[in-house]
């Protein structure tokens, strides 16, 4: 079975960091971009970064520009993704996925696996 497992969510306080990862299991991944989306109460889920398959590329969105940073270790099949300056916008559940593609994306539909999520609360 496929899984992919996200953890190191929590409650931190505004300015604070946090360390999500996110195991992989039933395949390699080694081959795929991977990416962390995230979803704020009441909102549409959107994407955050990604990477692509062997590390060397990485893409943000503006909104993470220069505080998170996304990376892979592919001999643990495992993402991490490092937050830093927290704020209460960053609040929400993330959710680790792998795309079909190799490359980069901030596009959703290029993703066909996804983790159950974990809740990251920053209090202000």
């Known amino acids: 079975q496929v899984q992919l497992v996200e953890s190191g969510g929590g409650l931190v306080q505004a300015g604070g960091s946090l360390r999500l990862s996110c195991a992989a299991s039933?395949?390699?991944?080694?081959?795929?971009?991977m990416g962390w989306f995230r979803q704020a109460p009441g909102q549409l889920r959107e994407f955050v970064a990604t990477?692509?398959?062997?590390?060397?590329?990485?893409y943000y969105a503006d909104s993470v520009k220069g505080r998170f940073t996304i990376s892979r270790d592919n001999a643990k099949n495992t993402i991490y993704l490092e937050m830093n300056s927290l704020n209460h916008q960053d609040t929400g559940v993330y959710y680790c996925?792998?795309?079909?593609?190799?490359?980069?994306?901030?596009?959703?539909?290029?993703?066909?696996?996804w983790g159950q999520g974990t809740q990251v609360t920053v209090s202000s």
């Open positions: 990477v692509n398959y062997n590390g060397r590329n990485t």
């Open positions: 039933g395949r390699a991944f080694d081959r795929n971009a």
């Open positions: 996925a792998a795309a079909f593609v190799s490359h980069t994306s901030d596009y959703d539909r290029e993703y066909d696996t």
